[in-house]
């Protein structure tokens, strides 16, 4: 193999990687985006419920609410607790 062919292959290798890395990069994003949320909804959550506890005021934790909380986060909190 010359160094020429090597070179092409090595390009095409780069150009395909970067490609792959172009398609997934949006749907990974959008993942930690999610976790992200979902784990300040639940701090949140949390942390509403121990305070809230002392004063007789909590949010019971339920799918609905659990799934409120994740997708909004802390915008969601706000909303169960309205």
Known sequence: MDTL?????????????VFIIKIFAKPISLIIK???NAA???IILFIVN????????????SFFNAVIAGILGVP???VLLI
């Open 5 to 17: 062919t090597g070179l092409f292959i090595l390009a095409a290798v780069i150009a395909i990687s």
């Open 34 to 36: 999610l976790l992200l």
């Open 40 to 42: 300040s909804g639940f």
């Open 50 to 61: 121990l305070f809230g506890e002392s004063i007789g005021f909590t949010v019971g934790v």
């Open 76 to 78: 969601g909190v706000v």
